[in-house]
């Protein structure tokens, strides 16, 4: 994929994010894609992911939701963007807490669209904004570090020695 083709791409998916349009978000995507979202998890095929996109993710963000991405850069079919968000959260217990939140995204690319898409967020920083409990915060972080530690990616890293390379 060329720069220009992949920024049209992110300007596609990050307006139908914020527009809660599930149909036009899915189509960025390959039918048998693959999204990694740290909070509601991994989901598989165009209807998934648009389901995640309006009955999870939007559910919870509100309205004012926003999503940019910057600085984008292509390789062949990989490429990597970092963004920021923001929304006032619409999940009751937190309700009306404005959050900001950067990230890199990590895509995948196939004939032009996402075959898998996978980000880093710090969620400590969006859990610090909404006002979670400090023992709930790190019992979540628990969960996302022993899920780091448990990626077959990170298990072959960590039994290659020092200095040497995939």
Known sequence: MI????????QRFTAAAEAADGEAFAACFTPDAVYHDYI???HHGRADIAQMLV??????????????MFDPIVQGDLGYAWSLSSFTSQVPEFAGR?????????FELRDGLIADYRESVN????????????????KVLRRWSGALL?????????????????
């Open 123 to 138: 969620g400590g920083v969006a859990m610090v904004q909404l006002g979670v409990a400090a023992p709930r915060i790190e």
């Open 150 to 166: 448990d990626q077959p990616a990170t298990q072959t890293f960590l039994g290659r020695p020092k200095g040497s390379r995939a």
């Open 3 to 10: 720069p220009h083709d992949f920024q049209a791409l992110l």
């Open 98 to 106: 404005f959050v900001v939140i950067d990230g890199m995204s990590r």
């Open 55 to 68: 009955g999870l993710f939007r559910r919870d963000a509100g309205p004012d939701y926003r999503w940019e």
């Open 40 to 42: 509601y998890g991994d």
